[in-house]
């Protein structure tokens, strides 16, 4: 892949340098726990054709050909932030006790084998991981051929162990007495807490069981067509808001399963616009086009190829999650390659969206914090502004506590010895304890050029992760 290169003066070196550290550190303040979300509310990364990687295919010529991941899938859980797995299954012909990973019409590998190596090792070693498995079968035409995979799945999943626990006792079962009460789904530490951690859905009705937590995909979910990335289009259960299990009164809310890949056009790479098909640019775009289709319901698994350069992907879903900054930084040449919907053509980089300081915390300062607002500072570079109360610069090496203030602070009634002050804010957990009174001047501090002044600003921990009632404005809750 082409990389995009440009001849940049020192000053515009700099902001680009300005620029790609905040691609880096987008998100970098939030490392909130998981477990207060329903699994309805939580979003994770689903790795597309995970058994078909070039791992397993040991140089194999058509096995790397078929390949759409790099790594194993104990290293896509472990070390690509992969929480779910995308197989395709079917019987072994030459020996029916058997089933086999594929991809198409290629074998990479025995099922079983496969599962103890990398699924059970990966539960092992991390006991509070939740993880979901998306079954497809292969080649199955024939009740008796069906019949013959579903009792291989069943021996597999009682046949492996996990610390001394089965996998079909790690199953989540929805009809399983400690969730008869729930009016939604349980959290994930509720889930946790009971030990069913793994999620196994299937593309088969035959395949149901309570008994072993198979649970048919269109039961519970609804899913985009995966095919091409121009639009986002019903695979199935398209309109349909609660899930359907068989025999159940219960009326959860219905998971997305939300395709992201395309075989034919190249994914990742240092230099593509939006940051490839894993980035900013081109993810979070087509999720808020996919919610403005099914109804509003933002993706619970993203599927992806190519996870091992899925950072950004992890970014985003981590922002479905709880909220924080929009990603920007990515190579750009409009705004349509941006998530930030804000290109610096001089520089080619992504950047925030520029918003007036009344809309502090509005979805419309694209790129910025909950409390700063997004302007041009110099060179058509847009920066992130904050305003606060006016502080007392200490002698340099010494911090300065900045007070908590309102975000409806007006800069103008700023006091006329209130000086402009370049900081670098660092983030802390602690509370301030006085407030500025109505009559406390204003100034404006950018966020990201350096000083002698140690800026603090307080950190309020959002309490629950972005509201998407509607699939055109998804409101930020983030601190610095």
């Not at 291989?152 to 999943?157: C, Q, R, S, V």
Request: aromatic residues 8%; negative net charge.
């Amino acid at each position: 892949m082409t990389k995009m290169t440009a001849s940049l003066s020192c000053p515009n070196f700099m902001l680009v340098a300005l620029l790609l550290l905040l691609k880096v550190t987008s998100n970098a303040a939030f490392d909130q726990a998981d477990g207060e979300l329903r699994f309805n509310e939580y979003t994770m990364i689903m790795s597309h054709n995970s058994a078909a990687n070039k791992d397993t295919a040991d140089g194999d010529f058509f096995k790397l050909f078929g390949a759409d991941q790099e790594n194993s899938m104990y290293e896509q859980l472990t070390n690509n932030g992969v929480r779910g797995l995308s197989l395709d299954i079917k019987l072994d012909y030459s020996d029916r006790s058997k089933l086999r990973l594929v991809h198409n019409p290629i074998d990479y590998a025995d099922f079983e084998i496969e599962m103890e190596t990398h699924l059970v090792r990966f539960l092992e070693e991390n006991e509070e991981a939740i993880v979901a498995i998306n079954f497809e079968v292969i080649d199955d035409s024939q009740a008796a051929i069906r019949s013959t995979i579903l009792a291989n799945l069943k021996n597999t999943f009682s046949n492996l162990f996990v610390n001394g626990v089965s996998l079909t006792d790690m199953t989540f079962k929805y009809d399983n007495d400690l969730w008869k009460n729930h009016d939604e789904w349980p959290t994930l530490n509720e889930m946790r807490s009971s030990g069913q951690r793994l999620f196994l859905f299937h593309d088969r009705t035959e395949f149901r069981s309570t008994e072993y937590g198979f649970m048919f995909r269109d039961d519970v979910m609804k899913e985009n067509f995966w095919e091409g990335l121009g639009d986002c289009t019903a695979r199935y259960q398209w309109n349909s808001d609660k899930v359907s299990f068989p025999n159940s009164n219960l009326s959860w809310s219905r998971l997305f399963f939300m395709n992201h890949f395309d075989s034919i056009v190249g994914t990742v790479g240092e230099g593509l616009l939006g940051g490839g098909i894993n980035g900013w640019g081109r993810l979070y775009p087509r999720i808020k086009q996919c919610m403005n289709s099914n109804g509003s319901i933002k993706p619970n698994f993203i599927s992806l190829d190519w996870v091992i350069q899925a950072e950004e992907a992890l970014e985003v879903a981590k922002y479905l999650n709880f909220g924080g900054r929009i990603g920007s930084g990515q190579v750009c040449v409009d705004d349509s390659h941006c998530a930030t919907e804000a290109c610096n053509k001089m520089l080619s980089l992504c950047q925030c969206k520029e918003c007036d300081v009344n809309l502090l915390g509005s979805e419309s300062c694209l790129g910025c914090e909950a409390d700063q607002y997004c302007a041009p500072v110099e060179n058509n570079l847009n920066e992130c502004l904050i305003s606060a109360a006016t502080i007392s610069i200490a002698p340099t090496g010494m911090p300065v506590k900045k007070p908590t203030i309102s975000p409806t602070a007006n800069p103008s009634s700023a006091s006329p010895t209130a000086m402009p002050v370049k900081a670098t804010v660092s983030p802390t957990t602690s509370n301030p304890t006085t407030t500025p009174s109505d009559s406390s001047s204003v100034t404006l501090l950018r966020t990201s050029m350096p000083v002698e002044a140690t800026i603090s600003p307080t950190t309020s921990s959002p309490t629950a992760p972005p509201s998407f009632a509607s699939p055109t404005a998804m409101p930020v809750y983030a601190t610095v």
